[in-house]
């Protein structure tokens, strides 16, 4: 299994971004997406993600947290086994390494995954908002 995270850099304050993560080695519609970051000297913190919806058999279902909603989209593409997270209106405080990662699905309805839901990891990308 391999997730190849990319698209990270420098950007002003105010600017956008958008990470690619490219999936192999597994059934990409099997996980719930999500992209994590991490802040020097700070702990892990759940950025965005995305999951199938059993329910109807279409559509996504997306989440994110309050301090993201807004200035984040996460999308996946299942003919590029892909996820995306588009970034707007970035801040220095959104400075961190991004991770995107697999977590299992334990449930019919969509649950944030826990901490120790997460299956897979991709090496991160780094993302540097200058003031």
């Known amino acids: 299994v391999q997730l190849q995270a990319s698209g990270g850099g420098l950007v002003q304050d105010g600017g956008s971004l958008r990470l690619s993560c490219v999936a192999s080695g597994l059934i990409f519609g099997s996980y719930i997406w999500t992209w994590i970051r991490q802040a020097p000297g700070k702990e892990r913190e759940f950025v965005a993600a995305i999951a199938g919806n059993p329910l109807t058999g279409n559509g996504a279902i997306t989440d994110y947290p309050d301090s993201m909603k807004g200035r984040a989209s996460i999308s996946r593409d299942y003919s590029k086994n892909t996820v995306y997270l588009q970034l707007s209106s970035l801040k220095p405080e959104d400075t961190a390494v991004y991770y995107c990662?697999?977590?299992?699905?334990?449930?019919?309805?969509?649950?944030?995954?826990?901490?120790?839901?997460?299956?897979?990891w991709g090496q991160g990308t780094k993302v540097t908002v200058s003031s």
């Open positions: 990662a697999a977590a299992a699905r334990t449930a019919i309805l969509y649950t944030r995954p826990s901490s120790t839901a997460y299956r897979y």
